[in-house]
């Protein structure tokens, strides 16, 4: 049995050390052709870094926001054709839409690529450093794993704060409406008055109207982009405003109340259920402690579930029902309000 184990590592390490040299060659032929498409290209990028106006001096936002707009046709320009084809995934605008909403210029199908590249050699210094199969595969899926839990992360930190920013920018295009400016200019204002991140999404529905696209269309782009109820909201009631009429005004001040009272409600749920989800990484953390301090007191004891392939099995099943644990804790604590 030990000898029959020992020849398939063997054979395994061999196939790795066969399959390194073959995958390096791919990929400095991935490089070159890149470098290539990125020389034909040049003429291209040109054009859009005309576009860009680079030259001219402008803000911080101004400049985002422009490059923002660009961004979709210059990823489409400078695509190749393994870009081509991981687009055609299923995966690759939902991605897209996270990277959107976090406010990454990435392409979808470039940082899937370059995520699918990295695991792979992850996994492949794991097997060549003689680690065990299951130890390097965990290591390239932790490697491809955690920028995407980062993007969803940094997604919602920055949707959350886009939504508090809500009534006050309702207030300030009110205050604008009733002072006789037009829905553009309040936008304008909006955009250049307050913080990020909703200065940027009002920036480029200003810029995008002034470009030609009707003002009503870029606002459902701007509703499509944060994928929010409360600027759902919003675009309703101005699209609704410019077909039949009203007071916008006073139609924003009710919308900013009562987005300011269910931001309060928010925070009172969450206060109230904060014990709950602090029990939940208690309860997550603390096998990992006590597991530790076993290794510390007993390390014969404890590194059973180590070297031992029944105690590597059931410390991944404790692992993964810890984390199912976790994840039923954040569902009943998480009230929607």
């Not at 940082?111 to 996994?123: D, G, K, P």
């Not at 929010?228 to 077909?243: G, P, S, W």
């Not at 925070?267 to 402690?289: D, I, M």
């Amino acid at each position: 049995m030990l000898d029959t184990t020992l020849a398939a590592s063997n054979a395994i390490i061999n196939a790795v050390f066969i399959a390194l040299p073959m995958l390096g060659s791919l990929l400095l032929a991935f490089g070159i052709y890149q470098v290539v498409m990125d020389l034909r290209s040049s003429s291209k990028q040109k054009v859009l870094d005309r576009l860009r106006d680079r030259g001219r001096k402008g803000g911080g936002k101004e400049r985002a926001v422009q490059e923002s707009i660009l961004r979709k046709r210059a990823q489409e320009l400078t695509a190749g054709s393994l870009d081509t084809w991981v687009s055609k995934l299923s995966v690759v605008p939902k991605l897209q839409t996270v990277l959107d909403q976090a406010n990454l210029p990435w392409s979808a199908t470039k940082t899937l690529v370059n995520l699918f590249a990295l695991s792979l050699f992850t996994i492949a210094g794991g097997l060549a450093a003689q680690y065990s199969i299951l130890t390097a595969l965990a290591a390239g899926g932790a490697v491809f794993a955690l920028p995407l839990f980062y993007f969803s992360h940094r997604r919602k930190k920055r949707l959350k704060r886009l939504v508090t920013q809500l009534p006050d920018s309702f207030e300030l295009i009110g205050q604008a409406l009733r002072a006789g400016h037009s829905l553009a200019s309040g936008i304008q204002l909006a955009s250049e008055q307050l913080p990020e991140p909703i200065a940027m999404e009002f920036g480029r529905v200003f810029h995008e109207q002034n470009l030609g696209i009707k003002i009503e269309d870029a606002m459902k782009g701007m509703a499509d982009r944060c994928g929010q109820m409360d600027v759902n909201f919003f675009v309703t009631a101005v699209l609704i405003q410019r077909q039949t009429g009203g007071d916008l005004a006073e139609v924003l001040d009710k919308m900013g109340v009562v987005i300011r009272d269910r931001i309060q409600l928010m925070g009172t749920v969450q206060a109230l259920t904060a014990e709950g989800r602090l029990s939940g990484w208690v309860l997550l953390a603390l096998p990992v402690v006590v597991f530790i301090v076993l290794l510390q007191m007993n390390y014969e004891y404890a590194s059973t579930l180590l070297h031992d392939p029944s105690g590597r099995m059931l410390l991944f099943a404790a692992g993964g029902m810890q984390l199912m644990g976790l994840a039923m804790i954040k569902k009943i604590v998480n009230i929607k309000v």
